[in-house]
Every structure is written in C-alpha cells, then in structure tokens.
Nanobody, 124 residues
Framework: VQLVESGGGLVQAEGSLRLACAAS????????MGWFRQAPGQERDVVAA????????QYGDSVKGRFTISRDNAKNTVYLQMNSLKPEDTAVYYC??????????????????WGQGTQVTVSS
C-alpha cells in the first residue's frame, strides 16, 4: 500500500491550501481515511477522518469550521481543504488508511498505513 500526499507549501495566515493523498496497492473503497499532523516537538494529532463511503466525517477541535475532508473513490484520493489557516496549523501533514468492513465508521486511531507527509507552513 502506498499513500502519497501533495499540496503542501508556504501560505500566509488566513490563506488556503488543498492537500491530496493518492492511494495505490489497495482497494480504496474498503479504507477509512484520516489526516493527521505533527508539529516539531509535539505528538501526532488527528486533523480529520472520513468513512470509507465518504458519508461520515470527524474533525479535531482546532480545525472545525475551517478544514474539510472529502474523498473521491473513483480517483483513489482523499482531500483536505484548509481555509483560514493560522500559524499554529504549521506542521507536517500525514495521510493514513485503515481497512474496515463498516461503511459508515470513522476512526480517530488505529490506522494501518501512512504516507510520507507533506509540510504546511503558515506565516503570520
């Protein structure tokens, strides 16, 4: 299984970025997906998660109302739209996948596969 993130970069505060994660080597429609982030010296935290069918989502408290997770099962890709970015959003963002038989279940932990990460830097 390979997960490849893209779309990171440098953006000014209040700006937007859209991350994408392309999956291969797996039946994407059987995978619940998540986005996590890790800032220097801090633990990896969940940002957002989505069920394998895309109908259910959950968000970390710090990003609610600003970030949106979505997926396109035909393209084997999950997205993270990030709006109103803040300097505290600066981190390496990781895509993750977890096999599940439950179409509506959203997971905040227990992921099996991880991407290599993409850096997001928000300047003030």
């Amino acid at each position: 299984v390979q997960l490849v993130e893209s779309g990171g970069g440098l953006v000014q505060a209040e700006g937007s970025l859209r991350l994408a994660c392309a999956a291969s080597g797996v039946d994407f429609s059987t995978q619940a997906m998540g986005w996590f982030r890790q800032a220097p010296g801090q633990e990896r935290d969940v940002v957002a998660a989505i069920s394998r069918g895309g109908g259910n989502t959950q968000y970390g408290d710090s990003v609610k109302g600003r970030f949106t997770i979505s997926r396109d099962n035909a393209k084997n890709t999950v997205y993270l739209q990030m709006n109103s970015l803040k300097p505290e959003d600066t981190a390496v963002y990781y895509c993750s996948a977890r096999q599940t038989s439950l179409s509506g279940r959203v997971y905040l932990s227990g992921y099996d596969y991880w991407g290599q990460g993409t850096q997001v830097t928000v300047s003030s």
